[in-house]
């Protein structure tokens, strides 16, 4: 008797209550993200107003795509600290291109393939280097700033063509902000290949067991890979959208307390360091709760710093029950 | 007695462990060959007082490493203890001081109590924390700049024989301080051990909680004491104080050859020389002439190629046990 | 301290698990300077036993004396408090290290002019002082991961030395161990003797039992069934006393079979473990591989399945009608791969039933769009469960909150559910209780019914014998013999893989 099986009895299942604890704490943290919209929109007179409801989209659009790549990313087991300057890279990229004359069109194009080639970078190094991802994209982050300065010799980059700010950041309809549209088309598409295909299933399975993945005949590498690209095109789509916003191109577009939003947002929205959990609507729905605080509180006129702290200690608080949790599985 | 191992293999390990040694005097010798204006004492006054905040930070990050972990809040703690000494301004300037290095103290045992007690993985927990701390900061100083007392501006202006600043004489105890710590007492032994296997350290009845909080602990120590040299080198609080400065400090520590898979390093020549390195190439560019917008594309190319050959390193390694 | 009394006596130890005796009314001792072989094949209780001495099992009944004083273990603490230490098969170290911080790790010297400081002089002494005494000549200064397998084991003992320990037990200390050095570790372990330490010396090399011991003693089914000093007994006496005449397992298949290969495996070599190992496996067949720990079983299995390098060798694999080359990556898609090591390499912990069952099909559950059928997943998982009667509350059961024995169901079901021609079975129903292991071995039955091909290996006998149409011996990484039909009994196999003539 070597072994002896800790043969527990298996919890009963209610069909209406999600299956795991993690489960528990994103829709805890769903319920509370609405019971404190809806406090919010009575109390404070301006929340509910459409124009309101319409900056804090506009406002998450700026973060979402970033946390729709990290996402896809921490999913698959990974992490990627490089995706805010990989955006200013990016930027200034495509921006100067417009600014030179070449069409708007090429420029988005431009942006995309920087982001690409970082992503592209990432990858190769994660997947078939076999280094590990805090690593690899902590470098990269440090190339992909530099990268910035050096090409734009630390200006910004303004004077963008009218024709590529209007469309992008303008309004549909004459009242939707695009970005705003954007984002939501491209987190529906991203949360359905997530969770609905099969290639999203390899994603699922490489973060929960790598191994396990690799002996059931899985493309592991490439799923490792494919989440760095997608990653770095998201950074490429972020730059379209935030220089059309901005309205010039830097070498800091995102500030670097924005990269830490995006992972903690990732990581409340319901994935963690060792993969296999989260989706992209989990995150979105993290996202959501983030910058509606951020918006009441700047509403209420209190110090958005204190909305950071807050922020901090929501993330300390789900890493700590994620981590109770998995010592109570183990022991 | 056992054969000696082949040369050649011992070439590489030195070529793989003291790399960056060798990428340390290469550009040390090319710039004050290129610049006249670098191998001078002022100018090296000058990398001395740029390089010391860094130097201390990461010197207390290097154990937080070697035991397998990672403090990401090193920066947020250094802003905290500068915001310490603006609160306390109008107190005399060591309890100013005392109680800016008793926060990073106690900042760095919540770390340790997070990590070693509750088990959370150290990459998240002291990220989260480092978003905490630095909003806590932000709010005490309303996020402006603020003049630091008139004392510990002086303070920052001290120069032994003229050439030899404060401040970083008091990063290099620092530094001397830990790499003792590491390299001559039970702690130090335990920091490797854990490093190298945790589930071993802890069945052979190392104390490995009590050891990783301790960490955690010297790590914000550090991290304080290096917002206060900022705060007096600068005469100011200003929110740039410790900004990024974890990740610089994750690299120098790694370029170092302090492996982030735990077991090894040293904070002396190691992370010092890393520091350097990173310090140097921005300096010594300058001297040049060179456009400075290079530098941090240049220190970009350094830190990957410093990361790329741990990582090889590491390659071999796991290879060599399987 | 008694004088005269044993340095080691374990009387009338008995442990019971849930629906086995693992030990029953064991008592035994070891003296001072002197070496006890302890053997018996798998599950015999020679683990439950050193589990109680290391403090690990608290016995139902019976006592344990170090020097003739009663004590009681409640932790591996309270067991090296008393001086007895374990040299496990995986080795405590840590590389980064020297070898006299390895040996004094938890108890390093003080700098006697500044105690606050270690003294490394010291430790270097005293670590060469030990490591002499076991007759090595590694420098105390050497990194640990510049030492070979077996010099970090000689670390580790001189750190059993340190701490005081007065009673050494060593659990398959070759494993892993070249020739050289393992007559190393032999002289290491004789001087350990000379130095009066009580040894105790579990094996499963008889050659090794007879050449070292001064004293053995034979666990079968958690009782000793026999014992004596080596010098009075034959190997052939303790093989007859570790198999026993009493139990002959039954055998459940006899059945002839149209030898139609479906696999042929031709001179696989692999170092000095696999040596020149050639095999076919017919269609619908069990064959079984059996051998002692480290024969090259599992080494075998792992390149066949290109999971290890092999130095040469060729497969050949049925595809439509006839044998064709094939190389190990591509026969790993053919197969379905079944380790005991299931929460490594079998299962995704953290995930739904469903979704581990599916992994192994995902193509099929496709719809035109490109989406996963989520229903028709959950509803093959569903049929599975049925099918083998897991005991989970349904389909999205997370696979970590399930027994041991369910969780090696789900494991075959998601190989089930890619119709593998070839299942590769290693240690199938290790860690899972008897009932299940009673519906896994159906489930194998039933599957070779349906035509697919079965490579088992195994460690209990009873499952061998009672499973296999056929079954290669292994030793020393060579196939000794290739038993078949009512020639598969515990005598014959015991004996082979031993390695004496069959004995019957």
Same mark, same amino acid.
């Given at each position: 008797m070597q072994h002896t099986t800790s043969a527990s009895s298996p919890r009963p299942a209610y069909g209406f209550l999600p299956k795991s604890r993690r489960g528990i704490i994103n829709l805890a943290v769903a319920i509370v993200a609405a019971a404190l919209t809806l406090t919010l929109s009575l109390t404070i007179p301006n929340f509910i107003a459409p124009r309101n409801i319409l900056n804090i989209l506009e406002q998450l659009s700026v973060l979402g795509f970033m946390c729709v790549g990290m996402t896809y990313v921490m999913v698959a087991g990974g992490i990627d600290l490089s995706v805010y300057t990989v955006v200013s890279a990016a930027a200034v990229v495509g921006a100067s291109a417009m600014v030179a004359g070449y069409s708007p069109v090429l420029g988005c194009l431009l942006m995309l393939l920087v982001g690409l080639a970082f992503g592209l970078i990432n990858g190769i190094a994660i997947a078939f280097g076999r280094m590990t991802p805090f690593i690899v994209t902590l470098s990269t982050m440090v190339l992909a700033q530099g990268f910035a300065i050096w090409f734009t010799s630390a200006q910004s980059i303004s004077g963008l063509p009218e024709s590529? =700010?209007?469309?992008?950041?303008?309004?549909?309809?004459?009242?939707?902000?695009?970005?705003?549209?954007?984002?939501?088309?491209v987190a529906i598409v991203a949360g359905i290949v997530l969770a609905k295909t099969k290639y999203g299933r390899w994603i699922y399975l490489t973060g929960s067991n790598e191994q396990t993945a690799r002996v059931s005949g899985l493309p592991v590498r490439f799923t490792k890979f494919s989440t760095y690209v997608f990653s770095g095109l998201m950074a490429g789509i972020t730059a379209i959208v935030l220089t059309a916003m901005v309205g010039t191109a830097t070498t800091s577009m995102v500030r670097d307390e924005r990269l830490m939003d995006v992972i903690a947002t990732? =990581?409340?929205?319901?994935?963690g360091l060792t993969g296999g959990t989260g989706s992209v609507l989990g995150t979105m729905l993290g996202l959501l709760f983030i910058t509606v605080l951020g918006n009441a509180f700047n509403l209420l006129g209190i110090s958005p710093f204190i909305a950071m702290v807050i922020k901090g200690v929501i993330l300390v608080v789900i890493i700590g029950l994620d981590a109770l949790r998995t010592q109570g599985e183990r022991g | 007695m056992r054969a000696p191992k082949p040369v050649t293999l011992r070439l590489r390990n030195v070529v793989y462990s003291y790399g960056f040694f060798l990428l340390l005097a290469f550009f040390i010798i090319l710039f004050s060959f290129i610049s006249n204006a670098f191998f001078t004492?002022?100018?090296?006054t000058q990398i001395s007082i740029v390089a010391c905040f860094l130097l201390t930070a990461s010197a207390g990050l290097t154990l937080v490493v070697i035991t397998g972990n990672i403090d990401l809040s090193i920066g947020s703690i250094a802003y905290v203890a500068a915001s310490i000494i603006f609160l306390t301004a109008d107190q005399s300037p060591v309890v100013s001081i005392v109680l800016a290095i008793l926060v990073g103290v106690a900042l760095g045992l919540g770390n340790g109590i997070l990590v070693a007690w509750l088990r959370m993985n150290s990459l998240l927990t002291t990220l989260g924390v480092m978003i905490a701390y630095r909003g806590v900061s932000l709010v005490i100083t309303g996020g402006s700049m603020h003049p630091a007392g008139a004392t510990i501006a002086a303070l920052g202006r001290v120069k032994f024989f003229g050439v030899l600043p404060l401040v970083f004489v008091v990063s290099l105890i620092v530094m001397i301080v830990l790499q003792v710590v590491l390299s001559q007492t039970r702690f130090g032994a335990y920091c490797y051990a854990i490093g190298n296997s945790e589930p071993a350290a802890s069945k052979i009845g190392i104390p490995v909680r009590m050891v990783k909080t301790l960490v955690f602990v010297i790590s914000g120590t550090c991290a304080a004491i290096s917002g206060i040299l900022s705060t007096m080198y600068l005469g100011e609080v200003t929110t740039f104080v410790g900004r990024g400065m974890e990740f610089q400090a994750v690299a120098a520590v790694v370029i170092g050859g302090t492996s982030l898979f735990g077991g090894r390093g040293n904070v002396l020549p190691g992370t010092m020389a890393g520091v350097l390195l990173l310090i140097i190439i921005n300096n010594g560019l300058g001297n040049l002439g060179v456009s400075p917008y290079i530098y941090p594309f240049v220190a970009g190319v350094v830190i990957f190629l410093a990361i790329y050959l741990d990582s090889l390193k590491n390659l071999r390694r796991s290879a060599r046990f399987e | 301290m008694t004088p005269g009394a044993a340095k080691l006596r374990m009387s009338d130890i008995s442990k019971q698990f849930p629906g086995v005796k693992a030990l029953d009314d064991v008592s035994f001792e070891a003296n001072r300077g002197e070496i006890v072989g302890l053997v018996g094949v798998n599950g015999a209780g020679k683990s439950t036993l050193m589990n109680v001495l290391g403090g690990i099992y608290h016995p139902d009944q019976g006592e344990i004396f170090v020097d003739g004083a009663k004590v009681a273990f409640h932790s591996p603490k309270d067991a090296e408090k008393h001086g007895i230490s374990f040299i496990h098969q995986e080795l405590l170290f840590f590389a980064s290290q020297t070898v006299a911080e390895n040996i004094f790790i938890a108890r390093l010297f003080a700098n006697p002019s500044f105690p606050l400081f270690v003294s490394k002089r010291t430790a270097n002494s005293e670590a060469a002082k030990y490591l002499k005494m076991l007759g090595s000549d590694i420098t105390p200064t050497t990194i640990m991961e510049d030492l070979s397998v077996g010099e970090r084991q000689v670390v580790e003992i001189a750190r059993a030395l340190a701490v005081g320990s007065e009673v050494v037990i060593f659990d398959e200390p070759t494993s892993s161990l070249s020739l050289k050095e393992k007559d190393t570790l032999f002289k290491v372990i004789r001087r350990l003797k000379a130095e009066g330490k009580a040894i105790i010396y579990i094996s499963h090399f008889l050659d090794e039992i007879l050449e070292l011991c001064d004293r053995f003693i034979v666990l079968r089914n958690g009782r000793i069934h026999g014992h004596g000093d080596i010098k009075d007994i034959t190997k052939r006496d303790i093989i007859r006393m570790i198999i026993g005449r009493d139990i002959n397992y039954e055998r459940k298949t006899d059945r002839t079979l149209v030898e139609k290969p479906v696999l042929r495996v031709l001179g696989i070599r692999s170092g000095a473990l696999l040596k020149d190992v050639g095999f076919e496996l017919h269609e619908g067949e069990i064959l079984g591989v059996w051998g002692l720990m480290?024969?090259? +079983?599992?080494? $075998? *299995?792992?390149?066949?399945?290109?999971?290890? +390098? *092999? %130095?040469?060798?060729? $497969?050949?694999?049925?595809?439509? %009608?006839? $044998? +064709?080359? *094939?190389?190990?990556?591509? $026969?790993?898609?053919?197969?379905?791969?079944?380790?005991?090591?299931?929460?490594?390499d079998g299962l995704f912990l953290n995930q739904p039933i469903w979704k581990n069952v599916s992994v192994t099909a995902l193509g099929e559950y496709e719809s035109q769009w490109g989406f996963l059928d989520t229903g028709e997943e959950m509803g093959t998982a569903t049929k599975y469960i049925d099918l083998l009667k897991i005991a989970a509350p349904g389909n999205a059961t997370r696979v970590q909150s399930l027994s041991g024995g369910n969780q090696q169901k789900v494991v075959f079901a998601k190989w089930l559910n890619r119709r593998a021609r070839i299942l590769i079975l290693d240690e199938p129903t290790r860690g899972v209780d008897v009932g299940a292991k009673l519906e896994i071995s159906n489930l194998i039955r039933d599957l070779s019914r349906e035509g697919t091909s079965t490579l088992l290996i195994t460690s209990e006998i009873e499952e061998m014998i009672s499973l296999s149409d056929r079954v290669l011996v292994l030793r020393e990484g060579g196939i000794v013999a290739d038993v078949r039909g009512t020639d598969i009994n515990n005598a014959n196999l015991m004996s082979l893989s031993l390695g004496e003539a069959t004995v019957q």
């Open positions: 590529y =700010v209007e469309t992008v950041s303008g309004k549909l309809f004459g009242f939707f902000p695009i970005p705003a549209a954007i984002i939501i088309v990732t =990581v409340i929205g319901g994935a | 004492v002022s100018n090296w | 480290g024969s090259g +079983r599992t080494e $075998l *299995i792992r390149a066949i399945l290109g999971l290890d +390098r *092999i %130095d040469g060798g060729c $497969l050949e694999f049925r595809e439509k %009608d006839a $044998l +064709r080359p *094939i190389s190990p990556a591509e $026969l790993l898609g053919h197969c379905g791969y079944i380790t005991e090591s299931r929460h490594t």
